[in-house]
């Protein structure tokens, strides 16, 4: 019955393993997850109430331009003026997403025929690759190392046949930011090549004063498609707010395809995630306070599983080498983060997610999300510090 794209498109790893925990959440286990990144704190209060207040007005209900509305594109362009010092024409360059997953797949069916190859980071975001897949293009991987500081190798890249690069810094999962002269090699290099860049951007708040926008390049519109998502930096992940920037051409053509696909999102969603936007530099620094707090926790927990890691990451999470051996360590056994990750978990009922989700890049590595409360942390390093300290106690 299934279709022939769906071949080679397993269900997403945290579907099936959520599928798990929940299974040892009914057996009592009562599991700590640290694996997800969607935000616990809820979204400005000035937020809420516009959602409410739009939503019990009688005109608000109708379908939407499939552009969004003029006050959102309006609030994400004042947004990048702000934040990331890039003009945008509001009615051209600017079209917002039901989230910016969906923009990853549009993006791909609107560009894609089959065979087409797609730059794709390892480790990175496994909807890339999916969203490659399901139009029909070919994922060629292009490995980060933590010797390159996380930044691709722009020598050893094979652009034959090339399309589309996807690029996402402050990057999914190793939290390394960008610097200007890798926006500037980037440019440059897809502009060799006639690569078209999918720059996708939803982590420059967290943990970061100074968020940056490949946009920000001179010349950056004529080979770059920007995603960005209110998903992370307002809290607002399950409202499903993102956005595609570029230039009107791009605008129009990803367009054609997703209009076919959905209708604009809820006026009030639009007009409450236009108030996120509006948002002052308080707000950014009353969130980064909490994962700043939560962020010494994982480091101590990361410690105590004898993991190493940078202090300099960003993003809501904490991307950690495993150590050379299993914890416990086990005779001949190699310790990948795979297994470091279900020691944890069936030790500790403790769950961090496997770095090699990510591409094989990242096969040594663990994931430790922020977007869990200090108490939990807290409790983790208990429970882990028990697992690994039987005899003592947890001492
Ligand atoms: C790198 C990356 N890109 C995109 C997304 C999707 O974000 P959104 O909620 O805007 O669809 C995520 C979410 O986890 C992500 O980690």
């Not at 979204?43 to 007005?57: C, F, G, N, R």
């Not at 996708?200 to 080979?223: R, T, W």
């Amino acid at each position: 019955m299934l279709s022939k794209r769906l071949e080679g498109i397993g269900e997403y790893y945290f579907s099936t393993k959520l599928r798990e925990i929940d299974d040892m959440n009914k057996a009592g286990k009562n599991v700590i997850n640290l694996g997800i990144g969607s935000p616990d704190l809820p979204p400005h209060p000035d937020v809420i109430k516009t959602l409410q207040e739009e939503s019990a007005k009688p005109n608000t209900h109708a379908y939407q331009s499939y552009k969004g509305s003029p006050v959102l594109r309006q609030a994400i362009a004042d947004w990048y003026k702000t934040w990331y010092n890039v003009e945008l024409n509001a009615d051209s360059e600017i079209l917002p997403l039901i989230g910016s997953k969906e923009g990853i797949m549009h993006i791909c069916m609107t560009y894609l025929n089959e065979g087409d190859k797609v730059l794709l980071p390892n480790p990175g975001y496994p909807t890339y690759c999916s969203a490659v897949k399901l139009a029909g293009g070919t994922c060629m991987d292009y490995e980060l190392t933590a010797e390159n500081n996380w930044f691709p190798d722009f020598t050893a890249i094979d652009t034959r046949g090339v399309k589309l690069m996807f690029v996402n810094y402050p990057q999914m999962p190793t939290g390394q930011l960008p610097s200007i002269n890798l926006f500037e090699q980037l440019i440059a290099f897809a502009k060799q090549h006639s690569i078209l860049i999918i720059h996708d951007n939803p982590y420059s708040f967290i943990l970061n004063d100074e968020p940056m926008s490949l946009l920000s390049i001179a010349g950056a519109k004529d080979v770059v498609i920007e995603l960005n998502s209110l998903s992370k930096s307002q809290n607002m992940a399950g409202w499903r707010v993102g956005m595609m920037i570029a230039n009107k051409q791009r605008i129009d053509e990803v367009l054609r395809f997703k209009s076919n696909m959905d209708s604009g999102m809820f006026l009030p969603v639009q007009l409450a995630a236009a108030k996120a936007l509006a948002l002052g530099r308080d707000w950014y620094d009353s969130i980064n306070a909490v994962y700043a707090q939560r962020r010494l926790k994982v480091f101590q927990l990361l410690d105590l599983l004898n993991c190493s890691y940078s202090k300099n990451q960003v993003g809501m999470f904490v991307w950690a080498k495993a150590p050379a051996s299993p914890t416990p360590p086990k005779e001949g056994q190699k310790a990948t983060g795979y297994e470091l990750s279900d020691a944890v978990l069936y030790g500790s009922n403790v769950f961090i997610t496997p770095g090699g989700i990510f591409g094989n890049a990242g096969d040594g590595y663990v994931r430790v999300s922020l977007c869990c409360k200090e108490e939990k942390i807290e409790e983790s390093i208990e429970r882990i510090n028990a697992f690994l300290n039987p005899s003592t106690g947890g001492a």
